[in-house]
Nanobody, 121 residues
Framework: QVQLVESGGGLVQAGDSLTLSCAAS????????MAWFRQAPGKEREFVAR?????LYADSIKGRFTISRDNAKNMVSLRMNSLKPEDTAVYYC?????????????????WGQGTQVTVSS
């Protein structure tokens, strides 16, 4: 089985930076497509970023976020710069086996518990 655990969320001010981490266990990161999603209260879960050997980002983050992976440590990170209040959400790490070009939550098999990011103005 695959287990994902997010960490690094918190309360920050607009313009600040924050790094989220996702620790994976049960399967080598090199065999997984990894992604980040987020969900704000009353809204559907939305795609943020995906990484295989390269990265894909949602338009909403406007190049402010960077997704990266460390296969040796089985860790995926999301570096968030120039945070805005509209970035406030629960952020989820997700994974699916193999090389998949998915951006919809329904296509991901494994999920972390989520970590809260709150950005004040």
């Amino acid at each position: 089985q695959v287990q994902l655990v997010e960490s690094g969320g918190g309360l920050v001010q607009a313009g600040d930076s924050l790094t989220l981490s996702c620790a994976a266990s049960g399967r080598a990161l090199s065999s997984l497509t990894m992604a980040w999603f987020r969900q704000a209260p009353g809204k559907e879960r939305e795609f943020v970023a995906r990484i295989i050997w390269d990265a894909l980002y949602a338009d909403s983050i406007k190049g402010r976020f960077t997704i990266s992976r460390d296969n040796a440590k089985n860790m995926v990170s999301l570096r968030m710069n120039s945070l805005k209040p509209e970035d406030t959400a629960v952020y989820y790490c997700a994974a699916v086996g193999g090389t998949k070009y998915f951006t919809k939550s329904q296509n991901y098999a494994y999920w972390g518990q989520g970590t809260q990011v709150t950005v004040s103005s």
